[in-house]
């Protein structure tokens, strides 16, 4: 398995255990507050390693992280909405599935030219993430065409951000990273003031939202790197596996059960990450 994958992979990792613990401390606090806590912490944490590491970032750079942080806070605001409206068995499968297919066709469209056997990993890996990702509680609401829009948006604002990451130069250092955090930081509370929702945050919610944080902030970096060993279509849809992580979690951590569909759906993604490496 190449560095490529690998690092692909750690950035599923990285943001699926970022989304476990903001998903516990919004339990306890409201969600604006964890995420603008976390895109802080995050753009702290990448600011003061970027001044420390060598990094020579240009303007173009600077300009994706801009798209990057544009991205992100729109995937998380819509994420977040459809949420809030109790539609979260509809938001999440078609956000995953959408920041993953997004990366695919925008390689294709700038000469990214797969083989067959990856071909046969994203195709399986999509159906794999729904699966994962698909809320089966019987007590949500039926799927409407409100949450239909939130989740693909939510995939959309994902999407960009893994397509823009992938654009931000190898030696380009830290700092971008630290300007997409904090723009992201910026827009959610534009949109949370917009609709008067709480978002400054109390003490209780800095350790759950800076946990949070630094985990998707590594997550945006190991998924950057990796972007610059493999392919853009490849590192999204790898990176798109986050969903797995957050539901292991809540089943190690929480008690929570694993349906049948899930089950399959990580079946099925373990077949899709084997047939991405062997490709």
Known sequence: MNLGILLALSSALAYG?????????????????VVLVGQAAGALVMLV???????????????????????????????????????????????AVGAAVLPVLVGVVVGERPSWLVWVGVLAALPGIWLI???????????TRGALVDGAIA?????????????????????PLAANQLIGAILTV???????QRWRPCRGVVGWGSASGVLGALGTLAFMVATG?????????LASLYPAVTVLLAAGVLGERIGTGQRTGLGICTLAVAALALG
């Open 17 to 33: 255990a970022a989304d476990f613990i903001g998903g516990a401390g919004s339990r306890r606090y409201s969600s604006w507050q």
């Open 49 to 95: 390693a970027g001044l420390t590491l060598p990094g020579s970032p240009a303007t173009p750079d600077f300009a994706w992280a801009l798209l990057a942080g544009v991205g992100s806070a729109t995937g998380s605001i819509f994420l977040f909405r459809g949420l809030a409206r109790g539609r979260m068995g509809l938001v999440a499968p078609i956000s």
């Open 133 to 143: 990702s698909r809320e089966t509680a019987p007590d949500r609401p039926e799927r």
């Open 155 to 175: 995939g959309v604002g994902f999407g960009i951000l893994f397509i823009a990451l992938a654009q931000i130069q190898a030696d380009a250092g830290l700092l």
């Open 190 to 196: 534009l949109a949370a003031t917009s609709l008067r």
């Open 229 to 237: 060993v493999t392919s853009l279509g490849i590192a999204g849809v």
